[in-house]
Every structure is written in C-alpha cells, then in structure tokens.
DNA sequence: CGCCCACTAGATAGAACGATCTAGTGCCGA
DNA sequence: TCGGCACTAGATCGTTCTATCTAGTGGGCG
C-alpha cells in the first residue's frame, strides 16, 4: 500500500486539499504528509514545483467534476430534472463532508485569476470545457447551439455561486433555490420559451 | 496627507487587496506598505491582529457593495431591469481594472469557509444582509416575502458565480449571460409567474 | 509650561513557506 | 551479477509570514 503509486497519491491529496483550502491555503508540507510521500518525491514529479502540481491536479479534477455532472445531468429522465438532481447531490456532499467539499476548481480560481497566469489558464479551460461537455448535452435535448451555451454558463454560474453562499452560511439553502431556478430556465428552454 | 487617518487608510488599502488576492494572497507587508503605516499601526487598530483586520474589512466592504446595489437596483425604471443594469455594471468595472475588481469578499468567503470561524461568520453576516436588502427591494415592488428572498438568494449566486467565470475566463461573456437570465426571472416574478 | 497618552517607527522573534541539495535505496534489464 | 536509473529520504537554504517588543514623537489639556 505503501508503495502504490505516489505521483497519483500527491495529485489525490492536492485536489482535496485544494477544493477545502485553496491553493495558498495548501502548503507543501501538508501535501507530502498527508501524501506519505517526501519533498523529493513531489519535485521528481513535478518539477515545475506547486505550480506545474496545481495546473494538473486542476485539469485531473476539472475532468472529474465533468463527467461526474454529466452522468447526473444526462441521468435522468430529461436535463432539466438532471440540473435538478445535480444541484441537490451537491448540496447533499456538502452537508455531509460538514461543507468542507463544494466546487474543486472554484476557491483556486478566484485566488490565482490576478496572479498566477498559467493556473489563471488552468481553470479557464477547466470552465470552458464544462460550458462545452454541459451545452453538448443540452443542445442534445434539442436546444439550439447558441442558446445551449448560454444555457450552461447560467447553470454553472448559478452553482458555483451557490456554493460561495452555502459554503459561508453553512446552510444548503443557497443551493436548493438556485437548482429550482436553474432548473425551471432548462425547462423553459426544452418547451421553447425566450428568455 | 500622511496623518490623515491611518486607520480609515489602512482598512481602505486592505480591502483593495482582499478583493483582487484575497486574504492569504494580501500579506500584512504589503498591507503596511501601500497604506504608508507600519506593523505599529495596524496592531495598535487592530489588536485581534489580522483576523481582526479581515472582519472589520469584510463588515466594511459588504455594507459599501450593498448601498451600491440598492442605488443600482432600486434606482431603475423597474427592479428587473435595475438588476440587470447591475451586471452590467459589475462586467463594466471588471473590464475596466484588468479583471481585478470583482466581489470584494467573495475570494475571502471561499478561503477561510473552512479554517477561520470568526472570518467564515463575517462573510456568512454580509451574504445574509444582502439577501435581506435585496429582498426588501423585491418585496417593495410587489413581491411576497418568501419568494423575494428566493429571487435575492438566486440573483446573489448568479453574480457570484458569474464573476468565477468571468475573472478566470477574462471575459464578461458569463456577467452579461447571468445578468439576462437574472433579469428575466425577476421580470417573470413580476409578471406573477411561477418558477 | 509640561505631562500624558495616542500613535508611530522599525527591529526582531519564531514559525512556515517553497525550493534545492546530497545521499541513499531498490528494482530491472543486460 | 552488476550497473544504471527511477525514486525516496530529509536536511537545509533563503524568504516571507504574523506577531511582539522597545523606543520614540507630538499634540492637546491641565
């Protein structure tokens, strides 16, 4: 157990460390003790240093939440109650961890946008790939490209906020509400309504 | 100008550095420095130290940021079209300060949501004031109580989470996308639709 | 005038930070 | 069997962090 794969134990370690702390708030130190591996081990692979480790644990969990979304979202019955259910499954994580697990990408992304340009690109493309794998699935229910994008970016944006207000008010409320209303703006697309 | 108050200055310089680095990202150093005071200053204001220093920030900058959404919001011909002249404007400064000027506690809320309890309540206070000043404006144009507060909760996680996207994308498309859809449903609730 | 206290000034402590370095271990193929 | 290489181990470097300390300065009030 101890010898099993110690590359993929950091980058395990880092991306909880990093969706509970932040990035500043994820020291090295913390990373290889709670890794059992060695400051060694962590510059022989990642010799970039916390920074090269931060850009692929982002890309690794951003893939994660991707496809984590989309076999909730593309589920169930029709987009709009898998919107639901997502949103309502992430409430749920969130109050059992004791609102420590939201968004894995979200906290770093506000911390590095203004200084620290190749993580700023990271969960750029992070966020742009779930606009895109999000508005597939949508435009695959029927709803034009465009809007389909729209669409997803309005969902995304109501989660990731969601979790900034839950997160800090320790309370699921945030979520549940933006979920119905995101929720009701995917119905209201599949039967055609303008926004 | 040196003496001109150097506790309004140093909370001023501070709250600047929290809403483009946020907390572990704004060092005292450098909080000394750009307020032209000394460590003397600030643990003479501020004898709680920097914790201290975050709360008072936080209480500050959360009662600026909602007067200048009730002047926004309530300063429309309706408070639909209020909020989306809000994301509007919130995309606008964005654009303008390079992407550095978003929500002055959301980076800090997501930070210490898990390693400081004092600073967690502050920025949990300020969420729940706006939720309640935003909703006192929705109740005001004719919107019963319990669905103001749901409007407010689902119009404060869309600019939340559209500034994540727009500050790491550095592009106001998911302000501008928000924006409609927030507006739209505000319209919709005036218009005694149901979600 | 002269004292007192709010405030300034900045050196310094002590811990934690990211990063680098030299040794050393052990597996794997020639 | 032996040489090489992927990997581990952890001491150590220089910096930065928050916080504390002593020594001052200066303005208002008795």
Redesign the interface.
């Given at each position: 157990m101890a010898k099993a794969d110690t590359k993929e134990r950091i980058l395990e370690v880092t991306a909880e460390l990093f969706q509970?702390?932040?990035y500043?708030?994820s020291g090295l130190k913390q990373i290889v003790t709670n890794a059992n591996a060695t400051f060694g081990s962590v510059y022989h692979f990642f010799p970039g240093g916390k920074q090269q480790l931060g850009v692929e644990v982002l890309r690794r969990s951003g893939q994660m939440y991707l496809e984590l979304a989309e076999t909730i979202v593309g589920g169930a019955s029709d987009v709009a109650t898998g919107v639901r259910h997502f949103f309502l499954g992430a409430a749920e994580v969130l109050r059992q961890t004791g609102?420590?697990d939201a968004c894995p990408i979200?906290?770093v992304?506000?911390?590095v946008?203004?200084?620290n340009e190749a993580l700023?690109q990271a969960?750029?493309d992070v966020?742009?790939s779930w606009i895109t794998g999000i508005g597939a699935l949508f435009t695959a229910a029927g709803i034009g490209e465009e809007k389909a994008r729209?669409l997803a970016?309005?969902v995304?944006?109501?989660?990731?906020?969601?979790f900034?207000?839950s997160?800090?008010?320790?309370t699921t409320?945030?979520l549940e509400?933006?979920g119905?209303?995101a929720a009701?703006?995917v119905q209201a697309a599949l039967d055609g309504i303008e926004?």
């Open positions: 509970r702390y932040g500043n708030g609102y420590l979200e906290t992304a506000l911390e946008a203004s200084t700023r969960t750029a966020f742009e729209d970016i309005v995304i944006t109501a989660i990731e906020g969601a900034v207000l997160r800090a008010a320790r409320e945030a509400r933006a119905t209303y009701a703006i926004p």
